[in-house]
């Protein structure tokens, strides 16, 4: 884990990009994906922000992983409370 001023950098180590059809697929830890708070049980979706960012000294890929958050069934649409 690195960290410069107010960055935190946690290495997940390198990936390799294998060709599937005609893209390249990264696979991402489950563990990277929690701690991005990320619902990783099998009936969740999680998408995710896919930029290029070019910097005078350096072009990388940024992916930031989101997901929706739904209600529980069992919750009510209400406040709680019966008139």
Do not use: H, W
């Amino acid at each position: 884990m690195k960290s410069k001023n107010s960055e935190t950098v946690i290495d997940f180590g390198e990936k390799r990009v294998p060709r599937q059809n005609y893209s390249r697929v990264i696979i991402l830890d489950k563990t990277l994906l929690q701690n991005c708070g990320c619902d990783v049980s099998p009936d969740s979706e999680i998408k995710a922000k896919v930029e290029l960012v070019k910097r005078s000294d350096e072009n990388f890929i940024k992916i930031t992983p989101f997901c929706e958050v739904t209600q529980n069934k069992n919750e009510s649409k209400d406040s709680g409370g019966k008139n």
